[in-house]
C-alpha cells in the first residue's frame, strides 16, 4: 500500500459455527470461538464503523462477523502523510482473539515509502520479510478446551505423542527456513513478531560468519536518525522492527543462524531450548512474555562484493503527527496500570476488568460499555504508565513517543527515550519502575483500545477503551512550531533520488507468496485528504 490509498477486504468468515459457543455457556473467558473481525495492526487509521453510520467497518475492533459464511466489508483509508512502514494485521473479537491469531490467523502489511524519502542507500536495499509467528501449542489447547471449540483442542497432545516440541515458531510460515544472501550486502529485513505471548532476543551466531545489524525503525516509525548500531533486536507480541543487515564470511560460503536467547542481565524468565531448528521444547503452561531460546532461520551467505557500502547517518522528514514531543507541552495528562492480577486497565486509578461478566451486567455489551477516559483529538497527552515491564502495552489508532523510562537507553540502545511505539515492553525497567510516554491524538475521533498484546490476558479482560473526542480531522497546531519540516499533505522530495548504478541480484525468497481463495473487487471509497488545522468535515475513516 502507499499513503493516500485505501485497503478495501471482503471478510467472509468460513469457521465452524459448531465451534461459536457462546460466553454465557463456557468456563472461564475464552468464547465464541469462531466469530470474528480484522485488526490492522499499528496503522493510523479510524477505528469507526457501521456502528457510526458507515456502509463499512474501518478498524472497528468491536465488528463481529458471524461464522459459517458470515461477510463483511472493511476499508482502511490510509493517510496521504502516514509514514511508511512495517505493520501486520490479525482478527480481534474480544474472548477469542488468542485463539485466532496463535492459530495462524494474522498476515504482514507494508505501506511504502514515497519516492525519494529515503537516500539511495537505504532505498535500494533488497527487502527480506521475517514474518515470525509464535505458537504454544499447551496454552493453545488450554483455550481451546475453555472456549469448548474442536479447533486446537488436542494440538499439545498430538504433538506430544508425536515427539515433537510443544513451542513452535515459524517464520513465513516455514519451520527452520533457510535464506541465501550476498556477502558485504546490505539487505532490509522487515522483521514481525505476530505471537500472542513469549519474547525473543535475536541476534546472528556463527562461528565463520560476522554479521553487523543497524536498527533502522520500530513499530513502522523510523528512528529520528538512522541508522542505530545494535547488536540484539527485542520482540515481544505484536512488535515489529526494521533491520539493515550484512554478513561477511572468514571463508564463503558460510552460514549464520538468527537465533533468540534470554540475556543475562534482564529479569524475564528464560525458556529451555528444543531439539531443533523453530522448536522451542515444552512451552509454558502459562501464557506470559518470557524470553524464548529458539533457533529460528538459518543464513547462507555466498560470497559477494569486496567491499561494504557505508550507511549515511541521516534524519528523515517526518509527517507532522510523529513530530518530536519531547519538548511540548501537554495538553493533558493521565496514568495507565496495566494489572496483571486482576487483568485489567486502568486510568488513575479507575477501571474494571473487561470480562464477559462486567460488560455485560445490567444488560450491557462490549458496544456500551464506557470508555475509561477522553481525550481531545488534535491535542498531546502525557501518560504515565506502570505495569509494561512484564505486559506490553498496545494502543490503537496513534503511536507514542517514549519520553523517559529510568534510564536514557535499555538493550544496548535498543530502547532510546525519543523512539516511537505502538506497542512496547521493557523488562529490564524494573517492576517499580514507570515510563512517560506522549503521544498526539491526531485526526480521528472515536474509540481507542488500549490493552495488554499478551492477547489471551486481552481475551480475559486486560483491556479498556479510550473516548477521543471533538471536531474529526483536527490537527496539533504547534507540531511545526516542533519541527518546522514536519509536514501534513503527501511527501514532497526535495529532489529526486538518483537510483542506484545496478540492481543487486535477487536472493531467493524465504517462501512463494501464495494466496487461497477467489474474490472479485472491492471498490475502494476515496483517500483521506490531508488534515488541517481547526474545524474540518469528517475525514473518511
Known amino acids: 500500500m502507499k499513503p493516500g490509498e485505501s485497503l478495501a477486504i471482503q471478510l467472509t468468515n468460513n469457521l465452524q459455527a459448531a465451534n461459536n459457543v457462546p460466553c454465557s455457556q463456557t468456563a472461564g473467558e475464552f468464547c465464541e470461538a469462531a466469530t470474528t473481525n ?13 456502528d457510526d ?9 468491536l465488528a463481529s462477523v458471524a461464522p459459517a459464511g458470515g461477510t463483511a466489508l472493511f476499508n482502511f483509508s490510509i493517510p496521504s502523510y502516514h509514514m511508511g512502514g512495517t505493520y501486520w494485521y490479525h482478527p480481534h473479537h474480544h474472548h477469542a482473539t488468542a485463539l485466532q491469531a496463535a492459530g495462524g490467523a494474522a498476515g504482514l502489511l507494508i505501506v511504502d515509502d514515497p519516492d525519494g524519502y529515503l537516500p539511495t542507500e537505504y532505498s535500494s536495499m533488497e527487502e527480506k520479510n521475517l514474518f515470525i509467528s509464535g505458537h504454544n501449542l499447551n496454552t493453545l489447547q488450554a483455550m481451546a478446551a475453555s472456549a469448548q471449540t474442536s479447533v486446537l483442542q488436542t494440538a499439545a497432545t498430538t504433538a506430544t505423542n508425536a515427539g ?82 550484512s554478513c561477511a564470511c572468514t571463508t564463503y560460503p558460510c552460514d549464520a543462524k538468527v537465533s533468540s536467547s534470554a540475556s543475562t542481565g534482564g529479569p524475564g524468565r528464560r525458556l529451555q531450548p528444543g531439539g531443533g531448528m523453530g522448536q522451542g521444547g515444552d512451552g509454558p503452561a502459562e501464557a506470559g512474555a518470557e524470553t524464548v531460546t529458539v533457533d529460528l532461520l538459518l543464513l547462507t551467505i555466498n560470497q559477494g562484493s569486496s567491499t561494504l557500502t557505508t550507511l549515511p547517518s541521516y534524519t528523515p522528514q ?27 486497565i486502568t486510568w ?55 519520553i523517559s523510562m529510568g534510564a536514557d537507553t535499555y538493550g544496548g540502545g535498543y530502547f532510546t ?83 542506484p548504478a545496478s540492481s543487486p541480484t535477487p536472493s531467493p525468497s524465504l517462501a512463494p ?29
Open 318 to 344: 517526518r509527517p507532522c503527527y510523529l513530530a518530536d514531543l519531547r519538548n511540548a507541552v501537554a495538553d493533558s495528562t493521565g496514568a495507565i496500570a496495566l494489572n496483571g492480577g486482576p487483568k485489567s
Open 348 to 402: 488513575n486509578g479507575v477501571g474494571t476488568s473487561m470480562t464477559y461478566a462486567n460488560t455485560h451486567a445490567n444488560g450491557g455489551t462490549m458496544k456500551t460499555w464506557s470508555a475509561m477516559a477522553s481525550l481531545q483529538v488534535g491535542q498531546v497527552h502525557e501518560l504515565t504508565v506502570t505495569g509494561a515491564n512484564a505486559h506490553p502495552l498496545h494502543m490503537h489508532v496513534n503511536p507514542f513517543q517514549i
Open 417 to 499: 527515550t525519543g523512539d516511537w511505539h505502538d506497542t512496547l515492553l521493557i523488562e529490564a525497567s524494573g517492576g517499580a519502575s514507570s515510563l512517560t510516554l506522549r503521544m498526539q491524538s491526531d485526526v480521528f475521533t472515536g474509540k481507542m483500545v488500549v490493552h495488554c498484546h499478551i492477547l489471551s490476558h486481552e481475551d480475559e479482560g486486560m483491556m479498556n477503551i479510550i473516548q477521543l473526542t471533538g471536531t474529526e480531522g483536527a490537527v496539533y497546531s504547534q507540531a511545526k512550531a516542533l519541527d518546522s519540516t514536519c509536514y501534513q499533505g503527501s511527501f514532497q522530495a526535495a529532489s529526486p533520488t538518483p537510483s
Open 164 to 245: 515433537l516440541a510443544t513451542n513452535v515458531f515459524l517464520v513465513n510460515g516455514q519451520l527452520g527456513p533457510s535464506l541465501t544472501i550476498s556477502g558485504n550486502t546490505w539487505y532490509r529485513f522487515r522483521m514481525v513478531y505476530a505471537a500472542v505471548e513469549q519474547s525473543l532476543q535475536l541476534s546472528m551466531i556463527g562461528g565463520a560468519a560476522t554479521c553487523t545489524m543497524k536498527l533502522i525503525a520500530k513499530d513502522g516509525v523510523y528512528l529520528h536518525t538512522i541508522p542505530r548500531d545494535i547488536a540484539t533486536v527485542y520482540l515481544y507480541p505484536g512488535a515489529r522492527a526494521d533491520v539493515a543487515l
Open 53 to 61: 453510520g458507515l456502509s463499512y467497518w474501518s478498524d472497528d475492533v
Open 513 to 541: 507468496s501464495t494466496s487461497t481463495g477467489s474474490s472479485s473487487p472491492v471498490p475502494s471509497p476515496s483517500p483521506t485528504p490531508s488534515p488541517s488545522t481547526g474545524s474540518s468535515s469528517p475525514v473518511p475513516s
Open 38 to 50: 480484522l485488526h490492522t495492526h499499528g496503522l493510523h487509521v479510524s477505528s469507526k464503523g457501521m
